[in-house]
């Protein structure tokens, strides 16, 4: 994987957030690809449960002060950016007062589910491609993990459909066992068409729970990795069924393989 550039769009990241299965690949699958001298850059939101201070985040002035319009509002974007230690691994994080603040990931004390997750997704999505867009950084592939950036598939072919830079880029999302129950704001899907994104690509989000923010993920991406154990029987079946290349679950020993060959092929 010398010099290929992978992008790296994930929910959480450890050593930022607490271990999963989502922050921990979102960390391991990077690395990997980093110590075989590919290029990778790892984007994530700011939550205000992430200690700044600790893990050395500073504001990029350079990259921020952008708005963005998340269902016609201006909404700021704050880039910090911070090291991962011993890595030489840069990571990205995209921030708003407004969306981020607030000192937890994705639900109050309460475990009651934030009422604005979907225009916080609208806005990390939207906050990596014009990061990336100003770094003029392109990516052979951008490698999609956990719901909060399930968006980016979907604005990538979409939104940003004409973006030369990106013109080559392909697109995996990973799928992991469900991270929430419920739903996400039943406007949700309004909130994406506003952004002139057309009802029949994305009328999953008619029902917007976690099994069908991931199916609008997985439709929209050009591969796919089942990266947990417990992936649902009807997302395994969405996912066979697409047409699309995918990568079954590989355990941490055989893994390395596993995604250097899947990426390989990916580009060839």
Known sequence: MEDKRILYVSSEVVPYLAENEVSLMSYDVPKMINDQGGQIRIFMPRYGNINERRHQLHEVIRLSGMNLVVNDL?????????????????????????YFKRK??????????YADNDERAIFFAKGVVET??????????????????????????????????????????????????????????????????????????????????????????????????NVSGSLTKFIESSGKPFLPFATKDKFTEAYTTFYKGMLS
């Not at 700021?76 to 708003?96: C, G, H, M, T, W």
């Open 74 to 98: 201006d909404m700021p974007l704050i880039i910090k950016v911070a090291s991962i230690p011993k890595e030489r691994i840069q990571v990205y994080f995209i921030d708003n007062d407004e």
């Open 104 to 113: 937890a990931t994705f639900s109050d004390e309460d475990g009651v589910l």
């Open 132 to 229: 990336v867009k100003k770094l003029n950084w392109v990516p052979d592939i951008i490698h999609v993990h956990g719901w909060m950036a399930s968006l980016l598939p979907v604005y990538m072919k979409h939104y940003y459909k004409d973006e030369a830079l990106f013109s080559e880029t392909k697109i995996v999302t990973s799928v992991y066992g469900q991270s929430f129950d419920g739903t996400l704001d039943s406007e949700m899907i309004n909130k994406v068409k506003f952004d002139n994104i057309p009802h029949e690509a994305v009328q999953e989000l008619e029902l917007p729970n976690y099994e069908n923010l991931i199916k609008a993920a997985i439709t929209h991406s050009d591969a796919v990795v089942i990266a947990s154990e």
